[in-house]
């Protein structure tokens, strides 16, 4: 089992500050996905990092995906409130042929205006 | 709208009830999934099909049991409901021709027993 660990768990900011959000894990992965789940709703896919040392730019976040392809990282610039939602990051083993993704925990980030 | 769905949205039953949940996807993918989000929003992933034919099969008890009648619906039937079954149960889609394993989520079927 590749066991994701995100950090952290949970995130309280005003709007405008920065973030950064941590996905870790002590194996390879052949891709990593980020997505944004909001009260309710499914997870929604951010971007895909395939690459290692890939950096990937979404407006204010700013995907990073590590040279090693163990970990990655995703940034927000000047957040806003509309950004609140919780960060679940996920991996695809570089065994895997069928899509089994391995989920973080996820990190509940909260923009308060 | 081109999306994936599920039904119902919400489900309340008593422990030892059979129920199901059904999903389709219009997206036009051959590969879907079911995954179980606990009360801690970790989500695992539990079956997947690919046209129809099970591919992923987690540890799960027996009392769940898949059904792909076709590669744009999936189903999940659940007997003798537990407890420990309640949970926000998500069916998801991708095609497995594409890249990098993006899939597509529904909204979620929130499962209480009670």
């Known amino acids: 089992t590749q066991l994701l660990e995100q950090s952290p768990q949970f995130l309280s900011i005003q709007e405008g500050e920065n973030l950064t959000v941590y996905c870790n894990s002590s194996?390879?992965?052949?891709?990593l996905q980020w997505y944004r789940q909001e009260p309710g709703e499914g997870p929604v896919l951010l971007v895909t990092?395939?690459?290692?040392?890939e950096v990937k730019k979404l407006k204010r976040l700013t995907f990073q995906f590590g040279d090693a392809r163990k970990d990655s990282s995703l940034h927000i610039t000047a957040a806003q409130p509309g950004d609140t939602g919780l960060y679940l990051c996920?991996?695809?083993?570089?065994?895997?042929?069928?899509?089994?993704?391995?989920f973080g925990a996820g990190t509940q980030v909260v923009v308060t205006p | 709208d081109t999306a994936v769905s599920q039904t119902p949205k919400y489900l309340v039953t008593q422990m030892g009830n059979d129920k199901s949940i059904k999903c389709e996807q219009n997206?036009?993918?051959?590969?879907m999934y079911w995954y179980k989000q606990d009360s801690k929003k970790f989500l695992k992933i539990m079956f997947s099909?690919?046209?129809?034919?099970?591919?992923i099969n987690e540890t799960v008890p027996n009392r769940f049991s898949p059904k792909s009648p076709d590669k744009a619906h999936l189903n999940l039937h659940i007997n003798s409901l537990e407890l420990g079954d309640s949970a926000v149960y998500f069916c998801?889609?991708?095609?497995?021709?594409?890249?990098?394993?993006?899939?597509?989520f529904g909204p979620g079927t929130r499962l209480t027993v009670l």
């Open positions: 998801a889609s991708r095609h497995a021709g594409l890249a990098f394993n993006e899939q597509f």
């Open positions: 194996s390879v992965f052949s891709s």
């Open positions: 990092v395939v690459t290692g040392g």
């Open positions: 996920a991996g695809a083993g570089v065994t895997d042929s069928w899509g089994k993704l391995q």
């Open positions: 997206l036009g993918h051959d590969t």
């Open positions: 099909y690919n046209n129809k034919e099970l591919i």
